[in-house]
């Protein structure tokens, strides 16, 4: 068995020390998830994040291997999103039974109808992978899970837990000699400097108007519990002389202005100061459900947003490049090197697995068999084009979920075949009010930052690709979903092995 660490022979008084330590860490880092519904007038009441009591292993070339593969990753969506032509192909069946894909694409069309006054593009992406070995005669290898390129969350819980591992590894080494430790078999991570650096890029690429304060618009959703993941990126701004304001979803036709030569600006009323400062960077961590679109108002927050000169962190194009479809566009043959050189592509593509969509004729003949069988429906999951966890329908639950739906619904998911972990690994997690010590499964996420500059038709130039940190989860193999702020996994921290 693969296991986190040698635990033979800790007594219970050890582990419960574990614990305790842990807890104190999370509670003196911020580490914590937010009980808004239970906020008081000066105190809200809060629980640490899920996460492991020890680090579990991964293998040290794949995590390098995902970590170089990034910067094609981050240049393949750059260019996805440049290129309208391709990415209208993929996405427009799917417009006559996807309000809220219509919504967005209607949002670009208007955008564009009135002349994009912003051509420098800002994203945070993350590309996500699993382990994948379907028989012990084969070699394990790195496949992804999926692409997210907006509001790409965990960062800041991800740096805080890979500082906790760090820092216990260093207190259980204590009496070994330094060749024998092992806190750096643990990767160091900055997330939270490098994607401050990111939005400062942008900051600075933004031409504003002499002698006009600017600012980064931090657009978040109301009652936020995941404040502990989003602030420690606008204190950082503050840090380096850049002011950074949220502002909720719902409150940004009250609280914006667009001029009428597309300036966005943002009033400041907080802490006694009431000022107008012009927007430089637009970071979305809202504006990703379905839901937010369902009033007119909602529609109309994204396009003041996307009408405006701010920067956008990303633009609607980009992220309509985070929807599933594209994901299945990409499996198909000669799709990613239209966008990249054929050793790049052939890299990036050996990491995809199988996915099936419906709305081709021959494939939907095979997603149909597939989708109604039990036994072939066992192979896979079947994802919609939404974003945020909770969403997929697994396995055998597939045939009875598709039978609940009108068949026209049915093109708005993809069935992808199913990653197969190495079944030789085991963790210590501490999840929710229990301690669980058994098979896991873990999802490495590399953070990719990019800032660019479109040009004419769909040529860009790339003014910042690099790979900018990495997340880590675990979750217990019986468990589908990886979702840790939901309560299905864990934030974690590699422990790289040969």
């Not at 380096?240 to 304001?245: F, K």
């Not at 039990?374 to 084009?385: D, G």
């Amino acid at each position: 068995m693969n296991t986190p660490e040698d635990v033979s022979g800790v007594s219970e008084e050890q582990s419960m020390q574990l614990v305790t330590a842990i807890k104190d860490y999370q509670l003196t880092h911020g580490n914590l998830i937010k009980w808004v519904q239970s906020e008081g007038v000066t105190r809200v009441p809060s629980v640490g994040v899920g996460v492991s009591a020890l680090p579990t292993p991964f293998p040290r070339s794949l995590f390098d291997e995902a970590w170089q593969l990034q910067a094609s990753m981050n240049e393949l969506y750059v260019r996805i999103a440049s290129d309208e032509d391709w990415l209208y192909g993929v996405l427009k069946p799917l417009f006559d039974h996807d309000d809220f894909l219509a919504a967005l694409w209607d949002v670009h069309v208007t955008v564009k109808t009135a002349g994009v006054a912003q051509d420098i593009v800002c994203g945070i992406f993350r590309s996500d992978y699993m382990l994948h070995q379907p028989s012990t005669r084969e070699s394990v290898s790195l496949k992804q899970v999926e692409v997210n390129t907006l509001c790409v969350a965990g960062a800041c819980h991800a740096e805080r837990v890979a500082g906790m591992h760090r820092h216990l590894q260093r207190k259980r080494d204590v009496r070994k000699p330094a060749e024998e430790q092992g806190a750096e078999r643990l990767p160091v991570n900055d997330n939270i400097e490098q994607l401050v650096i990111t939005l400062c890029k942008a900051h600075d690429a933004y031409t504003a108007s002499p002698f006009v304060q600017r600012c980064v618009l931090m657009i978040v959703q109301a009652h936020n519990f995941n404040v502990a993941d989003e602030r420690p990126i606008e204190y950082g701004l503050w840090d380096s002389g850049i002011p950074c304001y949220r502002c909720e979803w719902q409150e940004v036709l009250q609280r914006t202005t667009l001029t009428a030569s597309r300036k966005l600006l943002y009033r400041v009323n907080e802490a006694g100061v009431q000022a107008e400062l012009e927007v430089s960077v637009v970071y979305y961590r809202a504006g990703y459900t379905a839901d937010e679109y369902t009033e007119h108002e909602g529609r109309e927050t994204r396009l003041r947003l996307e009408l405006s000169c701010a920067i956008k962190c990303p633009d609607v194009l980009t992220h309509l490049t985070t929807f599933k479809a594209v994901q299945q566009a990409l499996t198909e043959e000669g799709a990613v090197e239209r966008f990249l050189s054929a050793d790049d592509a052939h890299r990036v593509r050996a990491t995809f697995m199988p996915i099936v969509k419906v709305d081709k004729v021959a494939e939907g003949q095979l997603f149909r068999e597939i989708a109604t069988d039990p036994r072939q429906a066992s192979h896979f999951v079947l994802k919609p084009n939404l974003e945020g966890g909770g969403n997929n329908v697994y396995g055998t639950k597939i045939p009875d979920f598709l039978a609940s739906i009108p068949d026209e619904q049915w093109s708005k998911y993809i069935l992808m075949r199913l990653i197969v972990p190495p079944g030789d690994t085991s963790g210590v997690l501490m999840m929710m009010e229990e301690l669980y010590e058994g098979p896991v499964i873990s999802e490495l996420g590399v953070l990719g930052s990019v800032v660019w500059k479109k040009e004419e038709g769909s040529e860009v130039e790339v003014v910042r690709n690099v790979a900018a940190g990495w997340t880590f989860k675990t979750k217990p193999s019986h468990v589908d979903e990886m979702n840790v702020v939901k309560g299905y996994g864990c934030f974690d921290c590699p422990k790289l092995a040969a």
